[in-house]
């Protein structure tokens, strides 16, 4: 660990004062340049639609810009009311919110429109690490027990919108926080087989059919591969295909042929493999390695209990991004919508994920301010 | 902001705690990335090959096209088979936005029945939505316009260009060549069986008769492949490859369509038949049934209408008489039964006949009379001939007996099929004892031999029967085999880009002769068929006055109903489908013949062969032997269809 006197010393540096993280924005960059690319590959040669992404990544780079210059201090100040809001809003989506794509997930205040899921993805780790970190770590049960209850009131509303992958993500945050806030190993070991044991009625009582078919989907793709099936088969067929090289930019025949659904979306990552291959992919997975051990760097470097906790759930988060989109496009785990972080078209998550960033940027650059 | 009381922190203790579960959470993210890499790496480089067929069979379809069927030409070159392109209007459903209104709309524009309309939403219903479906099959070049000028407003329909077949010649060929029509069920299962279903994929007709049925294999071709690239829609993006298809080959026949026409034009009016064969090879030079049909209404579908029209017309114009009405021979037969006698000893050329007008075996009260009341007088066999004397081959026949009758007939072919290359035949009936014993189960009656002398009874024979039968006589027993093709022509492409037709004349093997005990039986019959023609006051004298070439022949006059004993035959009180049938057969020249015809035309007015059938003869002869009548006609048809393949084949002969 390096002492804050040299951290003092670099107050001269201009991206000190800017509070950016050069080596989390060089990361972050690669990666929104590389959805540009994939994204006019991806969305049948089109410039609109780079256009659109590019001002997307403008938008999210000026709002991790902003989110950076504010002090951690101030999010956990507002902790407790944001998250209340929340979820008062999630329960108004639930009673007034607007229909898309088969789920409410907007809600319409009049003169802005918006999903309230997204920002709690910022909110839960935000309220979970000032939560647990009221006292000393390690946590006790009776803290985890409610931290989890705090967690499980907005997963839950999210689950009911329905937002599978989105309540998934916001769970991971807050029990990332109680992981690494140091749970005991027993009591981890308890929850897995209560969740384990929770499978069984989460797929009798709670799962939406359509949800259903998705898993039965995941185990034998092949059972109905023109209809439910015929995602996970083409995209599996668009990634093998890619072979070790790759068909090239822009030569990917099942994303040009549009044999690929959902490519400049969900299976962007598909698009990928085909048109660069297995060597395409190293790199990729060292691009989002790298982001991610650069924000356990900050997490773990960051001055208090609350910083700590937040970089790292918020890091750890990203990498569940990543962990599901590739895990759900090439065959491991059961189609739940979460796009490739950064890179997939789509601007509401990458802003959120990039205002998350712009958090990192802060804990990493206002560690002088003590708590 | 901190309401709880708060123990003094340990910050390197919870600084601690906190790295060992970042540790632990980064190993496990290390952990994660390596299976999902394991994972992508089983994708893109073990199951590579797997999933590359996979991607390529997404993506590569073949589609087939069809091959061009071949011409057919007749033995000058003169087309008779073509193919014209046929524009239809086609729509895709799918990409038609309001179809109800669209189809409305069009049909309003180019005038197409409601019919069309309801048929083609019921196929619509059948068929995938990105499938063209066929809204009109037949455009007028004034619909291809009309629309052409509105297309804009109509996306996913459009019009569709297609070779058919046509005949330019329509009714004079079509009971040769028959004609290509649609391939329907029975069609497609049997191509299936045959396994030839794949090379038939892009084609849209078949060979239903004639020629075009017989030939179908040579004429059709092989299919050829576009390979193409699609989209997920199945649209095509561009094309990968392309096997060209191989054209079917062209067949030259050997019809003349000169004569064709003016068998046609002999027998106009007329129910009848007319072949006329080159006996030096069997080739058919000149093939009638009178009337006829339009063969290109069957290539585009006939409608119910028409096609009840043809099928119950009393003049049975779907029969190819030619080959398929068998007709009593009556006395075109005499030539043959006289031959049968001098070879089976029973008479020599000299051996005389009284014909005192009737004829009655021993001991039984029927008379059998002779076509003029009063008789001949003494006959022998030349005069029996010429003057188509009954009682002489009553007589012939009694001391015959209906076997050696019958085998020596079938020798020349009666009462079998003749093996010309179309399936449209019957064998028409050559009666023996076993035949009646088979058909009826009765026993042969002597009286019945007795008909069978003059070629009635229950013989009956096909036009092209008698020429080949014909054809055997003239050439002294050596036989050929009736045929309508003569050459096939085939596109080769060489390497270097050479392209040309290679023109392969048809052999035919000759069956084995038909050898006689005494070789001058032959001469005996063929004079006596020369003098019919040639000598004055013999029967077919008149019809061939003034001929510049030397024909020989004989007519016959067959009862077509029962008469009673003594019952006089008048034409004019007969009713029509019962009046006499006019036969003739004839050859010329005498010395080494070019040409044998035989001609049928049924219930005859008035008169009989000579009067009837022979002048019809006469006409087809005049032309062949260069009193070319319509050969100004023919030129401008010469004009518009290219001869190369003709001259070719004419130096393949």
């Not at chain 1, 308890?190 to 359509?210: H, R």
Request: hydrophobic share 45%; proline share 5%; aromatic share 10%.
């Amino acid at each position: 660990m390096r002492s804050t006197g040299q951290d003092q010393q670099k107050i001269h540096n201009i991206w000190q004062r800017l509070h950016i993280d050069v080596p989390l924005l060089l990361g972050l960059l690669t990666l929104l340049a590389l959805g540009l690319f994939l994204v006019y590959s991806a969305g049948g040669q089109e410039t609109a639609v780079v256009y659109r992404k590019a001002r997307s990544i403008g938008v999210a780079l000026v709002g991790m810009f902003i989110v950076a210059q504010i002090p951690p201090l101030v999010y956990r100040k507002w902790a407790v009311p944001v998250f209340v809001l929340g979820l008062l809003m999630l329960v108004g989506v639930l009673l007034f919110g607007h229909v898309g794509k088969g789920a409410q997930r907007w809600l319409d205040l009049g003169f802005i429109k918006f999903q309230p899921s997204e920002i709690m993805k910022l909110i839960v780790p935000i309220m979970i690490a000032w939560f647990v970190s009221q006292e000393n770590l390690p946590v006790k049960i009776s803290t985890v027990i409610l931290a989890f209850i705090l967690v499980l009131l907005p997963t839950l509303l999210i689950a009911k919108q329905p937002d599978l992958g989105t309540s998934l993500l916001i769970a991971s945050s807050g029990i990332f926080v109680i992981f690494l806030a140091g749970a005991s190993w027993r009591l981890i070991g308890v929850c897995l087989g209560l969740a384990s044991a929770f499978v069984p009625i989460l797929w009798m009582f709670l799962m939406k059919p359509y949800q259903k078919q998705r898993v039965m989907t995941f185990l034998n793709p092949e059972q109905d591969p023109l209809g439910s099936g015929y995602h996970i088969i083409q995209s599996k067929i668009a990634i093998g295909s890619g072979g070790i090289n790759g068909k090239g930019w822009l030569q990917g025949t099942q994303s040009q042929l549009e044999f690929l659904p959902e490519r400049h979306t969900d299976f962007i990552f598909s698009v990928f493999s085909e048109e660069f291959g297995l060597i395409g992919v190293a790199a990729l997975l060292a691009v989002y390695l790298f982001v991610v051990m650069r924000g356990l760097w900050i997490a773990v470097n960051a001055q208090h209990a609350f910083t700590k906790l937040l970089a790292g759930s918020l890091t750890l988060t990203f990498f569940v991004y990543v962990f599901v989109n590739i895990g759900m496009v090439s065959g491991l785990l059961p189609v739940v919508g979460v796009p490739l972080p950064l890179v997939s078209y789509g601007g509401t998550s990458m802003v959120t994920l990039m205002l998350g960033f712009g958090m990192l940027m802060a804990i990493s650059t206002h560690r002088r301010f003590h708590v | 902001m901190s309401p709880r009381r708060v123990a003094i922190r340990n910050h390197s203790a919870e600084a601690n705690l906190f790295a060992r579960r970042t540790f632990i959470a980064f190993a496990v993210v290390v952990l994660v990335l390596l299976l999902l890499f394991a994972n992508l790496y089983t994708l893109q480089v073990e199951s590579f090959e797997k999933y590359q067929t996979r991607s390529n069979s997404n993506r590569i379809k073949l589609l087939p096209v069809a091959p061009n069927r071949g011409l057919i030409y007749d033995r000058n070159g003169v087309l008779l088979a073509d193919n014209k392109p046929v524009y239809s209007l086609e729509v895709i459903a799918e990409d038609v936005g309001d179809i109800k209104t669209s189809i409305e709309q069009v049909s309003q524009l180019l005038n197409i029945s409601a019919d069309r309309q309801n048929k083609f939403f019921k196929s619509m219903k059948r068929k995938r939505r990105f499938k063209p479906v066929e809204l009109h099959s037949r455009l007028s070049d004034q619909q291809v316009a009309l629309f052409s000028v509105n297309q804009h407003k109509y996306p996913g329909i459009f019009v569709n260009a297609r070779l058919k077949r046509y005949y330019p010649f329509s009714d004079l060929t079509t009971h040769n060549l028959g004609y290509v029509a649609r391939i329907n069920r029975k069609d497609a299962n049997k191509l299936e069986q045959a396994g030839k279903a794949e090379n038939y994929a892009a084609t849209y007709g078949i060979g239903k008769l004639g020629i075009e049925k017989y030939y179908e294999d040579m004429l059709h071709g092989t299919i050829g492949h576009q390979e193409v690239e699609v989209n997920n829609q199945g649209r095509v993006i561009r094309t990968l490859n392309y096997t060209p298809p191989v054209p079917g080959k062209d067949l030259t026949l050997t019809l003349d369509i000169e004569l064709q026409m003016i068998a046609k034009r002999a027998l106009s009016g007329k129910r009848g038949a007319i072949v006329a064969m080159d006996p030096r090879t069997g080739g058919i030079l000149a093939m009638y049934s009178n009337p006829s049909y339009d063969g290109n209404l069957f290539v585009h579908g006939i409608s119910t209408k028409n096609y009840k029209k043809l099928l119950e017309s009393k003049d049975l114009p779907l029969i190819n008489r030619s080959v398929q009405s068998g007709y009593p021979p009556a006395s075109t037969v005499k030539p043959f039964l006289a031959l049968t006698g001098l070879e089976e000893n029973v008479i020599t050329p000299t051996t005389e006949v009284n014909d005192p007008g009737w004829y009655q075996l021993n001991g039984l009260p029927n008379k059998y009379r002779d076509w003029l009341p009063w008789g001949h007088g003494k006959v022998n066999l030349t005069k029996a001939i010429e003057q188509s004397c009954n009682i002489y081959f009553y007589d012939l026949a009694f001391k015959l007996g209906i076997t050696k009758i019958s085998d020596m007939m079938e020798k020349f072919g009666f009462g079998d099929y003749t093996g010309l290359d179309i399936h449209e035949e019957n064998k028409g009936i050559m009666p023996s004892v076993a035949w009646k014993r088979a058909r009826y189960n009765k026993s042969w009656y002597t009286g019945e031999t007795l008909s069978v002398g003059i070629g009635q009874s229950f013989w009956t024979v096909t036009p092209l029967q008698l020429t080949q039968a014909l054809t055997t006589l003239v050439n002294r027993g050596e036989r050929k085999i009736p045929h309508l093709l003569k050459a096939k022509s085939e596109l080769i492409i060489e390497s270097s880009g050479n392209a040309y037709h290679q023109i392969t004349p048809i052999e035919y093997e000759p069956r084995a002769p038909l050898k006689l005990r005494n070789e001058k039986n032959w001469d005996t019959v063929l004079n006596a068929m020369h003098n019919t023609v040639q000598k004055f006051g013999a029967t077919a004298h008149k019809p061939f006055k003034g001929s510049t070439y030397d024909a020989s022949g004989k007519t016959g006059s067959a009862q077509v109903a029962r008469r009673k004993q003594g019952e006089k035959y008048d034409a004019k009180s007969t009713s029509e489908n019962k009046r006499d049938n006019a036969m003739f057969i004839a050859f010329a020249p005498f010395e080494k013949p070019e040409i044998v015809i035989a001609v049928a035309i049924e219930n005859v007015a008035k008169g009989g062969g000579a009067t009837n059938a022979a002048p019809v003869a006469r006409q087809i002869m005049d032309q062949y032997f260069g009193d070319r009548v319509i050969t100004s006609q023919l030129s401008k048809i010469k004009a518009k269809s290219p001869t190369v393949i003709a001259k070719t084949s004419q130096e393949a002969d």
